[in-house]
């Protein structure tokens, strides 16, 4: 007579661990999460809800995420992305802070150019793009900040196409605007998380290789969408990212973290939190930036 007390008891256990376990796996906005990046935002895309942020309102350099709001610029333009134009000789901004293997004078299409600009982060393919944009470099840059202001990103300006400037600034929530516009661009998807890509100039004739700078895009673990690095000194390293996670789009902006490690690791840790509740732990020396630049913020703010 105690056989069906116990199925059912052992039943019910099942029962319960399963939906323990269903819970578990669902997003909890209110559960910890800790991220090594200092500015931070996570967003459902369809949906736009907010899945997590982390002073995503504060303005700060971007570096080479600015190359996004670039590739926007190039295809909003209608520019034939088939089309030969040629390297320029670099203005100072970029001769002084980025060396580049392109020969200047050669010649490469419109868009394995831009290609070059989005997965391996080329800093003269940018300003070849700005340069080769009706009305040059300042007119690029003037509709750079146009299209910002027409997306409604209140608190992100654009100095040049690359973004070796610091004078470049956005926020985390701006870029998550940024990610939503250019996702609707296929070109702008594929440029941006192509793994390895050759290209072939001419005027004279050479190949140079080029490999994604983010190397999440590698991994058969993610199924990623869109991407883009970015660093200079003043804007620490940053990553931004579309990815398909638990079925959801998802777009994470992560600025200003330490080390080449701590945004993908970052990734890894949105990814874990997603699926599980726990986004687990942040080495020692990450930590510590963020938690000193956190408190640096209130008096660098206004030196932006």
Not at 43 to 69: C, F, N, Q
Not at 149 to 173: C, I, K, P, Q, R
Not at 207 to 219: F, K, M, S
Request: proline letters at 4%; a positive charge; hydrophobic letters at 40%.
């Amino acid at each position: 007579m105690t056989y069906p007390f116990v199925l059912t008891s052992l039943i019910l256990g099942l029962l319960v661990a399963a939906i323990s376990s269903a819970q578990a796996s669902e997003t909890d906005p209110a559960a910890p999460i800790k991220l090594g990046a200092v500015k931070a935002a996570i967003v459902e895309l369809e949906s736009g809800k907010t899945l997590y942020s982390k002073h995503s309102d504060w303005v700060t350099p971007i570096a080479s995420i600015t190359k996004l709001m670039t590739a926007l610029v190039v295809m909003q333009s209608g520019q034939d992305l088939d089309e030969w134009i040629e390297i320029p000789k670099p203005d100072r901004e970029t001769r002084k802070n980025a060396y580049s293997r392109i020969r200047i004078g050669s010649q490469l299409q419109r868009g394995n150019v831009l290609r070059l600009a989005l997965m391996s982060s080329e800093n003269l393919a940018a300003y070849t793009l700005a340069a080769r944009y009706p009305g040059g470099v300042d007119a690029f840059v003037g509709q750079m900040n146009k299209t910002a202001a027409s997306l409604g990103m209140s608190n992100t300006h654009f100095v040049d196409a690359s973004g070796l400037s610091s004078g470049n600034v956005s926020t985390a929530e701006d870029l998550v605007k940024l990610i939503a516009a250019v996702s609707h661009y296929d070109k702008i998807r594929e440029y941006s998380t192509t793994p390895r890509y050759t290209a072939h100039f001419r005027k004279p004739r050479y190949a140079l290789g080029y490999g994604n700078t983010n190397r999440l895009v590698h991994r058969n673990s993610w199924d990623i969408e869109l991407s883009k690095t970015g660093y200079i000194t003043e804007a620490g390293r940053c990553l931004v990212l579309l990815s398909k996670l638990e079925g959801r789009d998802v777009a994470m902006v992560f600025l200003d973290a330490f080390g080449k490690q701590t945004p993908l690791g970052d990734a890894g840790r949105v990814k874990r939190w997603i699926s599980t509740g726990d986004s687990g732990r942040i080495a020692g020396a990450a930590l510590r930036y963020e938690q000193s630049k956190s408190k640096e913020y209130p008096y660098l703010k206004d030196n932006l």
